[in-house]
Every structure is written in structure tokens, then in C-alpha cells.
Antibody, heavy 124, light 108 residues
Framework: QVQLEESGGGVVQPGRSLRLSCAAS????????MHWVRQAPGKGLEWVAV????????YYTDSVKGRLTISRDNSKNTLYLQMNSLRAEDTAVYYC?????????????????WGQGTLVTVSS | EIVLTQSPATLSLSPGERATLSCRAS??????LAWYQQKPGQAPRLLIY???NRATGIPARFSGSGSGTDFTLTISSLEPEDFAVYYC??????????FGPGTKVDIK
């Protein structure tokens, strides 16, 4: 069965760094675009970033450009989110997500795979 | 950037009633719009994709309609498990793959 398991969340001071991981299994990770989506406490969903199946293309929402970096290691079936210069407004549950069948589209909703989320709290 | 707005913010209904949720895009997204359901403490779940197609395993009481800038999610008869928050998302023009702010359907 499909599993996406995030890890690496925790409490971190403003300005510090954190790296999130998402271990994938049960599907062909290496052929799918992958996303990070976050949700601040009590708030709505916010799309953060997407990476192409081979890692060659990456796209971000404006508020995280230059601070958060999405990457992947297809040999380990793992997605990453390197989070630098963290701010209070980055506090959220971070979900990894796959919405692509490997068709070449970054998102076509042919599948709907979500992790359980990992909480990042930025606070002094 | 395409902005999605959802209305109403909260919908208070009783089990068995019909729910009609709206999502409006700031510019045309053609039919490239999805609806998600999210319950407390859970990840979202895809209900409808490309405006009107039910995702795998989604009950027939959920239906979607619309194209261009105006979309509707209809729950024909609310079951107790349907009380949740519902989000729309577009994939027409990206990045970003924006979500709407959500509509909470709660028990009247």
C-alpha cells in the first residue's frame, strides 16, 4: 500500500534551519512529481513547492522563495524540504503530497497520496 | 496568480440536508479545479477533480460542476461523516497550485 511518512519536524528558533524528510513506498516515486503543502494551526491549506520526477525542475510559492528548498533522492525514495531562515509564519503542519500518475504533469489528480504531516513550530 | 475564493465561510446544516459550496477563481481555470475534504487531525482527501469527476471511492452524493471561474460542490444529502472543511484547488496556471480558504460545514 502507498505510504508517505514525514519526519524532521520540531521546535526551532527564528532564523534557524530544519530539514524535513518524506519517505515514500508503495508506488513508483521516481516517476512522480512531488509537493509540499502546509497548514498553519487553525488555518487553511497552503501549497509550498513542487519538484519534477527527476529533480530537475522546482517551483515555489513566493513567500518561501530563497529560504525553503525542495529536493529528492530517488535512490532512497525520499523527498526533502530544507528550511532556512525560519520565521514565525512558517509554523505549520507540513504534508508531502503526490497528485500525479507519472504522466508528466506536475499535478493532474490521477492519484491522491498524502502523508500524515509533521509539525514545525518556529518560536523563541 | 490565480486567487480562489470560497463561500460561504461556514455552512450550518442538519444531516440529510443538501449542501451547496461555491468556489470562484479570479480568472478562468477552465475545468482544472479540484475539491478536497479535510477532517480535524487528518490530511485532506480528494473528492472531485477536473471540476466534475469523482475521485476513487467517493460516494455518489458528492458532485461537482462548473467551468471557467465559477464552481460548485454539492452534497446531496449530508451524512454525519460529511461535516468537515472543504477546499478547492486549481492547476490551470501555476505556480502556485493555489487552494481556496475553505468552507466549514458544521452541524446545525
Amino acid at each position: 500500500q502507498v505510504q508517505l511518512e514525514e519526519s524532521g519536524g520540531g521546535v526551532v528558533q527564528p532564523g534557524r534551519s530544519l530539514r524535513l524528510s518524506c519517505a515514500a513506498s508503495g508506488f513508483t516515486f521516481s516517476s512522480r512529481a512531488m509537493h509540499w503543502v502546509r497548514q498553519a494551526p487553525g488555518k487553511g491549506l497552503e501549497w509550498v513547492a513542487v519538484i519534477s520526477y527527476d529533480g530537475s525542475n522546482k517551483y515555489y510559492t513566493d513567500s518561501v522563495k530563497g529560504r525553503l528548498t525542495i529536493s529528492r533522492d530517488n535512490s532512497k525514495n525520499t523527498l526533502y524540504l530544507q528550511m532556512n531562515s525560519l520565521r514565525a509564519e512558517d509554523t505549520a503542519v507540513y504534508y508531502c503530497y503526490c497528485g500525479s500518475t507519472g504522466s508528466g504533469y506536475y499535478l493532474e489528480w490521477g492519484v491522491d497520496y498524502w502523508g500524515q504531516g509533521t509539525l514545525v513550530t518556529v518560536s523563541s | 496568480e490565480i486567487v480562489l475564493t470560497q463561500s460561504p465561510a461556514t455552512l450550518s446544516l442538519s444531516p440529510g440536508e443538501r449542501a451547496t459550496l461555491s468556489c470562484r477563481a479570479s480568472q478562468s481555470v477552465s475545468s482544472y479545479l479540484a475539491w478536497y475534504q479535510q477532517k480535524p487531525g487528518q490530511a485532506p482527501r480528494l473528492l472531485i477533480y477536473d471540476a466534475s469527476n469523482r475521485a476513487t471511492g467517493i460516494p455518489a452524493r458528492f458532485s461537482g460542476s462548473g467551468s471557467g471561474t465559477d464552481f460548485t460542490l454539492t452534497i446531496s444529502s449530508l451524512e454525519p461523516e460529511d461535516f468537515a472543511v472543504y477546499y478547492c484547488q486549481q492547476r490551470s496556471s501555476w505556480p502556485p497550485f493555489n487552494f481556496g480558504p475553505g468552507t466549514k460545514v458544521d452541524i446545525k
